[in-house]
């Protein structure tokens, strides 16, 4: 298992921007709201914790297709459904190697993409521990949507319309948690549900997306 | 005609729209439908 | 005489061929006879004649919650018993689906302007049923786009469970982010709620009349599919002689 999520990891870097490209593209959304909306702190502050959390949205959907595509193409896919190790597990090592690539590196920049929206530095704490709970549950969420169509052509659109939708509950208590740190508010509660939501989902979404890679390796 | 009252435009705008739906939703199924039995049918007589 | 008899298509076109023109006359009849009756309903003191829309809004969301419901039902059935019939039943009752969540969203905006002054309100009520319209097209889109029936069906039907799923806790989850001017239920049972009685039995009739009609379209659409299905073996079995 190790050694999948380290041939996945090496192949990200060898790709070239595995890590970079999820946070440019988060870079360029934060820099061009304030043009859609105008440079004042009064407009962009309450929008912030939205736009932070959108941004991580997006920045994941766009890095996706490519937890199973390759693989699927050159039928190292099939070597791991046959291999010994459960196919749940090698589902759930790669939404992993996913997360490391994409969703770690903007935990780490949302802190400074904040300043540059105005979130106020009472509300970081909030906005760190909020993806940081959050973005599993995308990862996985992201690589169920992978399974499903890993075998289409035009692929990449449906994947955004399937995946979106099972976003939402995560985007809601994500963004109240960023609110309720901004105004100094109880971020408990949203803490706890954002934390439930991730860890039903990282039980239950491994069998359902390798359900789905079965059905696409017939 | 029964009187509607001021909100006149939005009970038959309303009306009006969801039985159009209905009404596109019914002839898309018996159009698939018909179809469906024409294709089946020469194909049987065929093969 | 169980329900996986039906597993065989012949049976099942045999029986929905007898059964629907039944269900058809049903449909037709509570459908058309509720719907007049309902707007022939005398004004409501606070609502006006708006509340005329309630006999086509209130049937319309129940069937789309329920057709749902059936969908997911349908697809647990395909995913265990590999019941051919009920895979292409989920398929041909997620377009009426659709179509009930887009006529419980378009009069519920209708409803909305003149009683809260807008058209669109985030409310709970109406964005969780915006999510399920979402649902309902990405469940429509994964079935156009895969080739092989089979797989569809089963992939389709491993999305129906985890879109419940999610549909579910998203209900739950609007209410977190924001609460709603939509009134609770209009059919309680707690009697001081309840609507007049003018009211309330030409909706009955309605909501039995939507249902009814659901089902005649449900199996019509079926056996188009289940004939389209035996048009494709018989054309594959042309190609191979």
Sequence with gaps: MIALLRRDLRLAIRAGGGFGLGVAFFLILCALVPFGVGPDTAALQPIAPGILWLGALLACLLSLDRIFALDHEDGSLDLLATSPLPLEGAVAIKALAHWITTGLPLIVAAPLFGILLHLPGAAVPALLASLLLGTPALSMLGAFGAAVTVGLRRGGLLLSLLVLPLYIPTLIFGTEMIRRGQEGGDTGTPLLFLAGITAGVLAVIPFAAAAALRVNLR | ?47 | ?241
């Design chain 2, 1 to 47: 005609m029964i009187e509607l009252g001021k909100y006149a435009g939005a009970v038959l705008g309303a009306y009006g729209l969801s039985l159009a739906l209905l009404g596109g939703l019914i002839w898309q199924t018996l159009a698939a439908n018909a179809r469906a039995r024409r294709d089946l049918e020469r194909q049987e007589k065929h093969g």
């Design chain 3, 1 to 241: 005489m169980s329900i996986w008899e039906y597993a065989n298509p012949v049976k099942f076109m045999r029986t929905s061929g007898a059964i629907l023109p039944w269900v058809v006359a049903g449909a037709a009849v509570c459908t058309v006879t509720g719907l007049t009756w309902g707007f022939l309903t005398p004004e409501d003191y606070r609502q006006g004649s708006t509340v005329k829309i309630v006999f086509l809004h209130v049937p319309a969301a129940m069937m789309a919650i329920n057709i749902w419901v059936m969908m997911l039902v349908a697809s647990l059935i395909w995913l265990i018993r590999r019941h051919h019939v009920s895979a292409l039943a989920a398929k041909a009752a997620a377009p009426i689906g659709a179509v009930m969540t887009v006529i419980g969203l378009i009069t519920g905006a209708v409803w909305g302007q003149p009683m809260w002054g807008t058209w669109w309100e985030w409310d709970p009520r109406l964005t969780s049923f915006l999510i399920l319209l979402l649902f309902y097209i990405g469940y429509m889109a994964l079935w156009s786009a895969v080739e092989d029936p089979d797989s569809a069906a089963d992939l389709t039907g491993v999305l129906c469970l985890v879109g419940s799923v999610f549909a579910l806790l998203s209900r739950y989850a609007v209410f977190f982010w924001n609460q709603g001017l939509h009134q609770g239920a209009s059919l309680s049972v707690q009697s001081g709620e309840r609507m007049s009685a003018v009211y309330r039995y030409p909706l009955y009739l309605t909501m039995l009349g939507f249902g009814l009609l659901f089902l005649s379209l449900l199996l019509i659409r079926t056996r188009t599919e289940i004939r389209k299905r035996r048009l494709a073996a018989l054309q594959a079995r042309e190609m191979r002689t």
